[in-house]
């Protein structure tokens, strides 16, 4: 009852905030400094979601904006931080590993991990496309801000996405002149340092260095002794040369790089893991946990197995401005990502679901764009890309508790080398006309290209009395080729100064691929799938008042989204992709901020969503089906809990000697969740709220910055991510998010 009372609260609250304010997201609460008097109005917020800086106030998009002081408040320290900011989007790290991403946006994203599939949402650093979740749970060291885009991303971005796009900017060393140095210790062995240090080398060159470590002890822990799971150790660096030699051109070289060495990351098994005996039947070996979590577990893995990542990559972006109405822009990249990670899917001392997975990627990219702007109706953008993505990968199965004869176990082992090459080519165009005052036209269309080539051997290594089962099951390199086109449409009405009202429509695109997890002679026969397609259309209204005070927007959607990839669970080898569903999908989103007074800024987001499957073609639901299981639902759709909100408060306080004291705090709340396809009840997360507070003291002439904060105050447990691979031992895993936790941050700019 409390905890409903409570959700009511935040609802409500928000409720009045967005009435009021029509909020939208914008910068925090301006900080006065000594001798200036204290702003009273909300600073302007930029995007680049056309390929443009604009205000956010005139872009036909569903975006959010966050600044690098925003995202210190909401207290993130990667990507995932951005976990209840954003109407319906959900962002967390991703299923058993330390360097992954699984993000939804709108009920849309990746529904498996295995390199084989393409995300559903887009990541990207400075304009270049991150191919794989892998190496995208991004430590926010050097950000400048980030956006994400909510629906269809077809026309302007370099890869197609069907659900929407993250955009990270890092510091432009022309613009961020200077720097800064930070440290922060938290409890569960939290140390952390940062730093940035830029400006320009002489009239035409400018550079900046900029690099982060990030460690904890882990907050998971080790039943068996030894080191706890679920830590970090992630060393990260960046390094930027721009070159302006004229105001006709400007290009910046790029160099990244990190490393990441953590050990296993660890969830709980939700269901009774079974093992299956041949003369006495199925076994429980363990039954399923239940009630709170103590955030502890252990493995079947010997000590030293953890997962290690390098991800570095270079790129050289060029613009020359042809003349007062044309720009020619250029990114070129390279990037490559390598991991060994182990991940014990079963969560557990019994070796059911064990796996090596060791990917060494690499991605190169191009992508060309024409801009014009008359200076005055007329805007448009022609461009090309491509891009060439390789991925080879290791894997090892290991399972030598998941059989037994009369008790005494059967060792097995399953080895896995796969070869994907996907080439990726595009042409776009889209054009923006005021037709008449205040009513602008916008439409694009794009070409899309997508080839797969892929090759791949499993084998399998059976012990005694089944060693007559050995062999191997080659899949032939084979190739396929998906093209689409993708068009966006607009209309917006500028009704007056701070009122801007938009229709549009747009169809996104994720190309089909072939099943990485294909281990019989049949799977390999029926391993191609289609690509997904959705279209969606979308109305809103952004606002801002005459003071610039109150700034907000409310978005009304609807998609259809066709021929969705769903990996299921068949058999202990059998994990077929099938296009087995069309799915309705609405939703309403309300987003934005308001000053009260002169130091006081509230932020909020409240959605809802309604995510439903039209048709859900699963072979498995029908009853004549030897494998029938009656406890496959496909009710909900996964990651698309009906509402979530968050509201946000920042109060300043100057102080007599020019330095100034923060107080801030959130509270966001989302209702149920499913975390698998197959709705699994054990993976399914009830209604949550999580709190978080700090404290910010700035020194006169804000050299000095000190902070404090608490994250998930209340302590809440909560699922946030699961594995569901139910025709092995049952195992049906959960992973949880961040325990209570607090830090203390020491910075010093210059």
Known sequence: MKRKQLSMAIHGALVVSLLVGAP?????????????????????????????????????????AFGEDQLKDLQASNVDGLQGAVPNMNIVQ???????????????????????????????????????????????????????????????????????????????????????????????GRAEARFYAGGKLSDTVAGSIAGAWITNDGYVK?????????????????????????????????????????????????????????????????????????????????????????????????????????????????????THSFIDID?????????????????????????????????AIF???????????????????????????????????????????????????????????????RWTRDHKDYERTTSTFWGAPFTGLNGTVPFPRTGATWTAVTPSFSLQKKISAGLMWYASANRGFKSGGFNGRANTPYDVAHAKYNPEYVWTYETGLKMESADHRLRGGITAFTSRYKDFQARVSQDVSTFPVLNAAALSIQGLELEGSAMLGERT??????????AKYDRFDDFRLDPSYPGYDPNVSHAHVPFSPRFTSRIAVNHAIPLPDGGMLSFGGDVSYRTRTWLSVDNRDVLSQPAYTVVGLYGVWDSPEYKWQVRVGVRNLTDERYMIDGQEFASVANIQTAYYGLPRNWYASVRYNF
């Open 347 to 379: 969560a557990s001392k019994w070796e059911l679901g064990d796996v090596l997975v060791a990917i060494d990627q690499d991605q190169k990219s191009q992508e060309l764009q024409l801009q014009f702007d008359n200076g005055s109706n007329l805007r």
């Open 601 to 610: 800024t509230v932020t909020g987001q409240m959605s809802w969503l309604d």
């Open 94 to 188: 991703g299923r058993g590993s330390a360097n992954s991403v699984n993000v939804f946006i709108r009920g849309i994203g990746q529904p498996d991990a295995l390199q084989t599939f393409d995300p559903g949402v887009g990541m990207y650093v400075d304009d270049v496309y991150y191919s794989r979740i892998n190496g995208a749970l991004f430590s926010l060291f050097d950000i400048a801000d980030v956006e994400v885009l909510r629906g269809p991303q077809g026309t302007l971005y370099g890869k197609n996405s069907t659900g929407g796009a993250v955009k990270l900017t890092t510091k432009d060393p022309f613009s961020y002149e200077g720097g800064a140095a930070e440290l922060t210790y938290g409890d569960y």
């Open 383 to 445: 461009g090309a890309y491509w891009m060439r993505e390789h991925v080879p990968s290791y894997q090892e199965a290991y399972a030598s508790d998941l059989y037994a004869v009369a008790g005494s176990r059967v060792s097995f082992l399953r080895t896995i080398a796969d070869d994907l090459t996907t080439t990726s080519t595009a042409a776009f165009a889209h054009a923006s006309w005021e037709f008449v005052p205040s009513w602008t036209l916008s439409a694009g269309v």
């Open 24 to 64: 939208a997201l914008a910068q925090d609460a301006p900080k006065a400094k000594e001798g200036e008097q204290v702003a009273k109005t909300l600073d302007t917020v930029t995007v680049t979601a056309r390929r443009r800086a604009e205000s956010i106030q005139d872009v036909p998009v569903a975006v959010s």
């Open 222 to 338: 080790n039943r068996a002794g030894g080191h706890n799971f679920n830590d970090d150790d992630t060393r990260s660096v960046r390094a930027k040369l721009g070159f302006k030699p004229s105001e006709a051109f400007e290009a910046m070289l790029s160099l990244d790089y990190t490393k990441q060495d953590a050990a296993l990351t660890m969830g709980r098994p939700m269901a009774n893991l079974v093992r299956t005996d041949v003369v006495f039947g199925p076994v429980v070996l363990q039954p399923g946990e239940t009630g709170k979590w103590d955030y502890s577990a252990q493995t079947s893995f010997a000590p030293g197995k953890g997962q290690q990542m390098t991800h570095q990559g270079v790129s050289l972006s060029m613009q020359w401005n042809l003349s007062q109405a044309w720009l020619l822009k250029s990114i070129t990249a390279y990037r490559k990502l390598k």
